[in-house]
């Protein structure tokens, strides 16, 4: 499986982002997909999750209430829109492929970077 993530870019606080993931490869023995980030000086931090099979959805606290990650089977993208964006939000998106369970990421995709300016 390889996942191509892409939608990053220079956004201004309180604006909104649409990432997306693309996946290409033997999706269909995927469990779900998720997003982490990384910024400057900091370890790579979960986001959020979700499903293929049943769309169910996790996130981090950092971004509860003003994210929300989606799919589209068919096209085999996955989405993280974030709202109300904060500076603390900047940081390299990753998009991530879970093969068995939310265990063990499988599969990176490249990183976009988002920067959010105050």
């Known amino acids: 499986v390889q996942l191509q993530a892409y939608g990053g870019g220079l956004v201004q606080a309180r604006a909104s982002l649409r990432l997306s993931c693309a996946a290409s490869?033997?999706?269909?023995?995927?469990?779900?997909m998720g997003w982490f980030r990384q910024a400057p000086g900091k370890e790579r931090e979960f986001v959020a999750r979700i499903r293929w099979s049943t769309g169910y959805t996790y996130y981090a606290d950092s971004v509860k209430g003003r994210s929300t990650i989606s799919r589209d089977n068919a096209k085999n993208t996955v989405y993280l829109q974030i709202n109300s964006l904060k500076p603390e939000d900047t940081a390299v998106y990753y998009c991530a492929g879970y093969s068995v369970n939310y265990y063990t990421v499988n599969f990176w995709g490249q990183g976009t970077q988002v920067t959010v300016s105050s």
């Open positions: 490869g033997r999706t269909s023995s995927s469990y779900g």
